[in-house]
């Protein structure tokens, strides 16, 4: 089979990532777009990381953890009252939870967000933990920052907040239940934590899996939010590259089909069906993330025309965006973006990232 990518885009994309990585190790989502300015995610860099590992990288995946560690050491009170409150029945509101994205040098930034996301808690120390087994860096002083996390999620992960796409904070949302689950058992697997908090932080996995089962199946097949028989392609990431479920099960079956039929066109992968950021175009960081799950299904030939997909998109100075608008599912709402906050975010990292990490599981 040919290459499907070409090598000047895998090098366009290493350079993108690495170039723009500050020295303390945080990833900004896109140089120049104007709302993700001057902030790195939790998320984004946690799969920011997790590609560039799984491309070979081993010092800035590392240093974007260092960069973790430090921001929750810096906020350890905050986190320590959080959990405190929760535990006396008085949780703290969710404007005072942890934020999904901090300033270059962790701080919270003078702009208001929808920040209360708990998913990239639990997907930073996945991430780790692929980084840990992969090239055998040390986790230990990774340890503190693991284990408050853990603690915090613990202490709410049954809490309403944000999804993946910063949007209804009024629900639990199934992708950010996965992510959880995902960080939890990685948690365990670091062997970083004392045995009573490893032995909490498996049964707390174990007890958020069920709740998924329980209340987060429709028809065979994961949901969008508990209440909402809907799909988001941020489903798909539960199979791989998390491995919360099995790959090769039905729920797997069943929910990448269910995204096939409503998200996809020609390898082009949309959030969900009522998307109307930038008139809802299709992202290739989703085609990316489909196309892991297919390869970790041994089918190969849909992970490769998913991907195809995604490289296709990049522009002539082989950037890739974040989404793209020749089939937008609300067109009418395209221009009231671009007034707002300027033409998409091109280059976004995470598309970069993503390109690499189902390149790596291709190649
Ligand atoms: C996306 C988030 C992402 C952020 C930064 C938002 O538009 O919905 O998933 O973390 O941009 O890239």
Redesign the pocket.
């Known amino acids: 089979m040919p290459p499907a990518v070409d090598p000047a885009l895998l090098t366009r994309s290493r350079d993108v990532i690495l170039s723009l990585q500050l020295p303390n190790g945080a990833f900004p989502?896109?140089p120049t777009f104007s709302a993700?300015q001057g902030y790195c995610?939790f998320?984004?860099g946690a799969f920011i990381a997790d590609g560039l590992s799984a491309d070979g990288s081993v010092d800035s995946p590392t240093a974007f953890f260092s960069w973790c560690a430090t921001v929750l050491d810096r906020y350890t009170p905050q986190i320590e009252e959080i959990i405190a409150r929760a535990g006396a029945g008085d949780p703290v509101p969710g404007s005072q939870m942890l934020p999904?994205r901090y300033t270059f040098d962790g701080g919270l930034g003078a702009d208001d967000w929808t920040d209360f996301q708990l998913d990239g808690y639990g997907t930073w120390i996945w991430a780790l933990d692929e980084h840990v087994r992969r090239h055998g860096v040390d986790p230990s002083p990774f340890a503190a920052a693991v284990a408050i996390t853990v603690r915090y999620l613990l202490s709410s992960w049954q809490r309403s907040c944000y999804d993946?796409?910063?949007e209804h904070a009024e629900q639990v949302h199934v992708s950010t239940l996965g992510c959880i689950v995902a960080g939890l058992r990685s948690a365990v697997s670091l062997g970083v934590l004392d045995d009573v908090l490893a032995s909490r932080a498996a049964q707390g996995a174990d007890d958020v899996l069920a709740f998924i089962l329980e209340r987060g199946v429709h028809d065979g097949r994961l949901v969008k939010w508990i209440g909402n028989p809907d799909v988001d392609a941020s489903l798909s990431a539960l199979f791989a590259p998390l491995r919360v479920f099995d790959p090769a099960s039905d729920l797997a079956t069943e929910t990448l089909a269910a995204i096939g039929r409503d998200l996809e066109v020609d390898g082009g992968v949309y959030r969900f069906r009522a998307d109307t950021?930038f008139g809802g175009g299709r992202w290739p960081l989703l085609s990316c993330f489909k196309g892991l799950a297919h390869a970790a299904r041994g089918e190969r030939d849909e992970a490769q025309r998913l991907l195809a997909w995604a490289v296709a998109q990049a522009t002539d100075t082989l950037d890739l965006p974040?989404q793209v608008s020749d089939r937008l599912l609300d067109p009418s709402m395209e221009e009231y973006w671009i007034n707002r906050w300027g033409p998409v975010?091109t280059p976004?990292l995470?598309s970069h990232a993503m390109v690499l990490r189902l390149n790596a599981e291709l190649s």
């Open positions: 989502a896109s993700y995610w998320r984004d999904a993946w796409w910063e950021f974040e975010a976004l995470w």
